[in-house]
C-alpha cells in the first residue's frame, strides 16, 4: 500500500479527462478535478504568496470559485492593474528596512570618525618639516643629493646586516656555520 501511494505523489499534475458518456462519472470527474485544481491554487498561494481567482463552471451550470486573499484586492489589481502589498510580507520587509537603516546609521558614524582622523593625520603631516628625500630632485642641491646617496646605501648595509643575523640564527638552528656572502 505504500508502493501505490508513493507512484501516485510522482505523477504529474495531469488531468484526463474522462470522455464517459454517462452523466454521473463525468460529474464525479469533474468533482475530482475541481478539488485537485482548489488544493493546487492555495498550495501555490501559500508557497509563493499570490493572489489568485479561479471560477470554475461545471455541466449543470454551477460555477465553483477559489479566492485568495479576498475579491477586492484581486479585482482591483486586475481592473486598475495595481498591485497591493502584500498583508503577509509586509512585516517582515518593515523589520529587514529597520534593520538595514541601523547598519547604514553605524556605517555613517564610523565613516565620520574615520574622516575626522583623515584630517587630522593630515594636519600633522602638513605640519611636520619635510625630510630630504621628500623634496622633489630638481630642487635638491649637489650636496642635498649626496646627503642622499649616503643615507640610501646606509640604509642598503644595515638591511643586509639584518637578513644576514637572521639567516645565521637560521643557520644556528639547524647546526650549519655559514654566513650569507655581502652584496656590495
Known sequence: M???????????LGFKFNKSKKQSDRLLAFTK????????????????GVDIVILITSLCGITYC????????????????????????????KVHIEELNKEINEV????KVEEKRAMILKEKKDARPKKVWEEPIPELSTVAIENVKRILGEMQVFAFNKINEQYLCEQDIHGIKESVPNRM
Not at 35 to 44: M, R, T, Y
Not at 68 to 77: A, I, K
Not at 108 to 111: M, N, P, W
Open 108 to 111: 555613517r558614524k564610523c565613516l
Open 33 to 48: 478535478h475541481r478539488d485537485v485544481i482548489f488544493k493546487s491554487a492555495s498550495d501555490l498561494c501559500t508557497l509563493v
Open 2 to 12: 505504500a508502493k501505490i501511494k508513493r507512484r501516485r505523489l510522482r505523477q504529474k
Open 66 to 93: 477559489f479566492v485568495h486573499p479576498n475579491v477586492e484586492s484581486v479585482q482591483s489589481q486586475f481592473l486598475y492593474q495595481t498591485l497591493l502589498p502584500k498583508s503577509i510580507l509586509e512585516p517582515y520587509q
